[in-house]
């Protein structure tokens, strides 16, 4: 059974950087589609970027296109998030989820996408 753990949150400055990390246990990541996923208080989750099974194709939300760089890593099991230029409105907790049918182009419907990751809390603040 595939299982995700989110790491890689935490307090940064407007116009830092910070690198989230999704790796899997249980089963190969090799088969499987990851989106990286946010979600603010009082809002609902959004999808922010999400990554084939091969990593040769790449989906993101406008609001990070040119800030936020989505890979993969299927020989460590692990997907990245490498996000720069950080702004406050960055803040919420990110989750990362899997799909088995490789549909990263469907990284703005979060509800086909699962399992889902407990999320890391990335918080923009001066």
């Known amino acids: 059974q595939l299982q995700l753990v989110e790491s890689g949150g935490g307090l940064v400055q407007p116009g830092g950087s910070l690198r989230l990390s999704c790796a899997a246990s249980?089963?190969?990541?090799?088969?499987?589609?990851i989106g990286w996923f946010s979600q603010a208080p009082g809002k609902g989750r959004e999808g922010i970027s999400c990554?084939?099974?091969?990593?040769?194709?790449?989906n993101y939300a406008d609001s990070v296109k040119g800030r936020f760089t989505i890979s993969r890593d299927n020989a460590k099991n692990t997907v990245y998030l490498q996000m720069n230029s950080l702004k406050p409105e960055d803040t919420a907790v990110y989750y990362c989820a899997a799909d088995g049918y490789n549909r990263y182009y469907y990284c703005s419907t979060p509800s086909i996408w699962g399992p889902w990751g407990q999320g890391t809390q990335v918080t923009v603040s001066s």
């Open positions: 990554i084939s099974t091969s990593g040769g194709s790449t």
């Open positions: 249980g089963v190969t990541l090799d088969y499987y589609a």
